[in-house]
């Protein structure tokens, strides 16, 4: 499979390149940026001296049709609303990491994304591209729309106990803090290093652009799901995303319950891991890797469920899970080229 | 008021003294520990070099009656239990930092804390050092309990509303995240740098020993506030704890009227900055300084509330209130020798 | 004495703010920017919310004469060597943190710094502050041009050895490790929290501007000292500056003899801290204070000296050791307003 | 080839298991611990579920000897000077990670580290793993003395310089900065989270282990290299040395030169990048994997040359380095197994 990253010089491009490296199927032929075209690929990221030789290149859907199978697009909201169509008009196939083709209903894009939707047709053709739960339509699809980092983590999280309407629907409150990559390589001061370091910050407090996403997901499951209560923080920390996720059980549940649900829902996923009994996953514990890795809490004052659920925002959130939808794509075992180790410590 | 500082190794201990080398109405005269007794105090914390030049000394009430007037205490919990009364018979002032003299039901203590409670006339003696919110009883006080810092952010976080009986009362979540500084200077494997640098952990999931001393303090506040649900979590950073509390409104309510309760009552409260609207505090914004800032949200689309209330774990978690609770207990104004700029950045 | 800072957004003018806050005899009277006049200053720092109610004003020195006695310059370079004579001409009195005012030979500072020299007639009038070793002069000073971060470092660490003559005079080499805040509160991708977290640079290879400063400084003591070896690295945190002095020794020394010269060169200095044989100083044990703090060996395999220095690069390095310079052409006591023991941990 | 890992509970011995995962020609069959004896592996490192099912074995050469090929000691200095020559006596091949059979000269392994030296026949047995410079012996070798991460660093940056004898042969000074995990995995003040974070650290002063085993090697290429000045300090950070090393010329060079000496050194070397002129490397960019990077400079000013020299501490320190070794003896491309691309950001 010959591919192309569009948006090569973000964090999302970088990561596809680190990990598409050890892919036994994939070649990178080409990578292309809406800037610094024709400097070496290096010079963006030094750390790949005598890995990668490319020089960024101008993005032209019909030169890269004659070159490449699939296109990665690692760029921010808004390009690939109008990049997509082009693509898949000359025949290539795409897999978008970015948040333009996920939302189905325009109106919901367009109010928390404040740009222009994607064409409908773009929209229903483009495939969520969440493997857990979605795994037939991925295997047909030539359109991916990649799940979001903090969506990812919450509908892993929350996806057992949704599809088996346990939980009272209007209950559902996520915590969820994020490490700093998550915001990008584009300087801004909330990634300035003085103002974030030995720091704790909330921010977009209800507004985050993920809540539409993870709301139809979950009520593509179970239609009754009420809105959900969201918040996100940054975390002082390069990679890692945990979503601290509580919910009110409609019944009466044990600890041991829960955790059968959930080993038996996960149990031939092979990058969820259920953890054990009284074990909560750290976020450094899944780093590097395509892991999202679970905790489960019953407390019995209070009748609330907890879901802990960590991910590499990079990597699962991100770039892995593009790569695990490629494999599905191919035909491949979806853990082809994805079996990195988390690196601890 | 000369005073004594026992437990003077820790990180409470350290933190008292910073700040009341600035205090111009004390002066400290002795520094315990229960080891390194006669080595000089430097040699624990070198940063203090040419400030302070007591040596460590044995812990012995009958001494140190004859020498202060009152005793901060600044031991691991299992101590003040135990001296608290000694130090009192003393006739001494004392003001507990540890969480032995918090709790007014025994066996809660005991059942939290897996440890022997203090006697119970020691414990009725004690009087809770939340000065937002019990001044008048601070001020004729023998015998303080300190607050901890996890609640004392979610108690002023909480108060206005919990005192109106705006709130479901069994609706109350508390998402909170520490620094590293909050487990103290002992060593532990939570506490190792290369395991905790880069990495967000949950800890003591629905087991942690502030649950008792929080609901205590609300249901001192409205009786029929329910059982809560309060998460622990570690933050890669030295010090500042950020308390991220949901609560179901009973009516609808604006954004304006939230902001005027809170405005309302906290107008006297020289150390709780209420953030205007639309803006949230940062852990960094109140570090090495005693205030507790807080931020609100409504959201329209869930009926639910947000608080978000941050503090320095040390100080207005720790030191910081002790010595507010001194200048009370002394008649002072409470600001005394604590109008420390937080440092920023 | 009534003040007013230019330069207010930067870090540098943030950290006048929280020290002189504790001044008893200085009044902040307005605060300068060359952009975002008008607004409040706690948008640009909310953690002065009820601190400092300024707003920003615009920069002109004929009305900042009529109500301030003296200007603190914490700007970029460039802009105070046009300021300086502008405010001088009005009478006021200038302290300037920048490097404009610095370098003697204009020559030298246009090469260093690639900006046109400020006129020959301010450079000459300014008095270099570094109180340790120029304090008369400082005394009937007008014109303070405040030493760089790293060169008070570097200095103060070296310079019982200079002024006695006692090392081979071409032997110098300064290792020196930054911390961020060094960089400024302007993004650029070297201070990019994702770029830094986590990670060790080295930058500015034999081109800092810090060279020039120093070596006018050392040359002042000792004539034949040579060029010196000046690297500057970035370590992954806000405050602090070590510098690791390498020298030879021109006659075989004894450590006892080395600390004998230190503890003496420093005996009334109170902001220099001659650490006890055998310890040495981190960062950390002068975070947020004004102290130098000093540790010294010699290693009889080498017959080389190293002398290890740290500063917090914005207290001593900037803005503290600027108010020891207004505290002596003042006449006061120089640590007045400056006690503030190091926040640790 | 079948292995076994002694002291799989520490950071080397994780590490190794890490980078083995991927490793085509090689199955871990056993770890082996001196405690914690017959709990799973993964309750020391809850990140490796689903990847490791070891429980921790005794340490039983003879029982080894019939499961295992060769065994690598990822134990702290004093246990493989006992147990190496008793694995060997099995008929096993080793590489020991730690420092026991580093240093030829046994009474300067004893003034240096303070405990027994191994026997004299394993250390003359012992090879030195530093793949390359010693190849050709590696080959032949059944017992390897894995380099330290100190001088690992230290001795690529310089063996140009030295092996051509360009430098002054007692000018050498050694300025090195590691991260944290270079402390290990037991608890100790100096690597505690709290004291730390956002702090920079001088330790070991000229008492550093690692300095007879550089000159050692230094001395091997160039009998007159005198003693060095080698200083270590900690970053707070995971992983990561930089050394930075200044040494004085013989004879004036130019950075040409300089460049074209270090390219043709490494021509033919995989896993040490010269970096282009102008250009130096930080700690990240070699992050996770086996590389070892290199930045030149020449100062004019002074005739000084620095060299900056990075690795990922336990990976070309450790781990890596012996994998490496591995596939030297094992008769496989030294990168087999070990294409790992740096984890950037």
């Known amino acids: 499979m010959r591919i192309a990253i569009v948006g090569a010089t973000g964090y999302g491009g970088a990561e596809l390149i680190r990990l598409l490296n050890h892919h036994p199927e994939v070649e990178?032929?080409?990578?292309?940026?809406?800037?610094?075209?024709?400097?070496?690929?290096?010079?963006?990221?030094?750390?790949?001296?005598?890995?990668?030789?490319?020089?960024?290149e101008e993005i032209n859907p019909e030169e890269m049709a004659k070159n490449v199978d699939l296109v990665f697009l690692a760029t921010p909201s808004g390009i690939s609303s109008?990049?997509?169509?082009?693509?898949?008009?000359?025949?290539?196939?795409v897999i978008d990491l970015s948040g333009d083709l996920r939302i189905k209903k325009l109106e919901d894009y367009e109010f928390w994304y404040k740009k222009c939707a994607a064409p409908k047709e773009t929209i229903d053709a483009a495939v969520y591209g969440l493997p857990e739960w979605n795994k037939a339509e991925i295997k047909?699809?030539?359109?991916?729309?990649?799940?979001?980092?903090?969506?990812?983590?919450?509908?892993?999280?929350?996806?057992?106990?949704?599809?088996?309407?346990?939980?009272?629907?209007?209950?559902?409150?996520?915590?969820?803090?994020?490490?700093?990559?998550?915001?990008?390589?584009?300087?801004?001061?909330?990634?300035?290093?003085?103002?974030?370091?030995?720091?704790?910050?909330?921010?977009?407090v209800n507004q985050h652009q993920h809540i539409p996403e993870i709301e139809q997901t979950l009520k593509g499951w179970n239609g009754n799901i009420g809105p959900i209560t969201f918040s996100t923080h940054l975390v002082p920390m390069t990679r890692g995303i945990m979503s601290t996720i509580y919910v009110k059980?409609?019944?009466?549940?044990?600890?041991?319950?829960?955790?059968?649900?959930?080993n038996e829902a996960?149990?031939?996923?092979?990058?969820?891991?259920?953890?054990?009994?009284?074990?909560?996953?750290?976020t450094k514990e899944v780093y590097g890797s395509n892991y999202c890795d679970i905790g489960l809490a019953y407390d019995e004052r209070t009748g609330r469920i907890m879901i802990v659920s960590v991910i590499d925002n990079l990597v699962k959130g991100a770039a892995g899970q593009a790569?695990?939808?490629?494999?599905?794509?191919m035909g491949l075992d979806e853990k082809t080229g994805l079996n990195f180790v988390p690196v601890y410590p």
């Open 266 to 282: 996960y149990e031939n996923k092979p990058f969820v891991r259920v953890r054990p009994k009284g074990v909560f996953p750290s």
């Open 82 to 93: 109008k990049l997509s169509p082009e693509l898949v008009a000359q025949g290539l196939k």
């Open 140 to 204: 047909k699809a030539t359109l991916i729309a990649n799940p979001g980092c903090y969506p990812t983590s919450v509908e892993l999280g929350l996806a057992p106990l949704v599809q088996k309407e346990l939980i009272v629907e209007d209950s559902i409150i996520v915590d969820a803090k994020s490490a700093v990559s998550g915001a990008g390589r584009s300087l801004s001061a909330i990634s300035h290093y003085t103002e974030m370091n030995d720091n704790f910050k909330i921010y977009k």
């Open 323 to 329: 790569i695990q939808n490629l494999n599905i794509m």
């Open 28 to 56: 990178i032929v080409s990578l292309h940026s809406s800037s610094q075209q024709g400097t070496p690929y290096t010079e963006s990221y030094p750390h790949l001296q005598e890995i990668i030789y490319n020089k960024l």
């Open 249 to 262: 059980a409609k019944n009466k549940m044990t600890i041991d319950q829960l955790h059968e649900l959930y």
